[in-house]
């Protein structure tokens, strides 16, 4: 039997704080979609449609906390460094100017657990 193994990413958004005080809603520029989109567009730029297509295959934005701007994001093991450096290229997100910060790169369910409790309550669960 295939295991197919990903990797979870957890990622903090860094948002232009003048957008936000203008009268841009955070809530409305991060969503699932638009992170998602940002990064396919990101990984087309950057690797191609031949890319894209072999990274689309568990590719999906699991979490995202509009208000602690902190998102969880499942890849395959193979493509997990070419989406990590796609993310890295990325600008903006919609019309927004934004940044990404890694905060964690975990490889299995058990520290999801950890990941859910650091999205909750917004500090890293210490055993």
């Known amino acids: 039997m295939v295991q197919f193994k990903n990797r979870y990413m957890v990622m903090e958004i860094f948002i ?5 005080l203008v009268g841009g809603d955070p809530k409305k520029i991060l969503s699932s979609n638009n992170v998602s989109r940002a990064i396919q567009d ?16 568990s590719f999906q ?29 990325i600008r903006s997100i919609g019309n927004c100017p934004a940044m990404f910060n890694l ?4 490889e299995n369910k058990e520290q999801r657990t950890e990941i859910r409790i ?5 500090e890293i669960y210490k055993r």
């Open 42 to 57: 990101s990984i087309r730029l950057n690797f191609g449609e031949c890319g894209l297509a072999l990274s689309l295959g």
């Open 16 to 20: 232009d704080r003048e957008r936000e």
């Open 118 to 122: 650091y999205l909750t309550f917004g």
């Open 61 to 89: 934005v699991k979490h995202l906390n509009a208000m602690t701007k902190i998102c969880i994001i499942r890849t395959s093991h193979v493509d997990h460094q070419k989406v990590w450096s796609a993310i890295t290229m």
């Open 103 to 106: 905060l964690d790169l975990s």
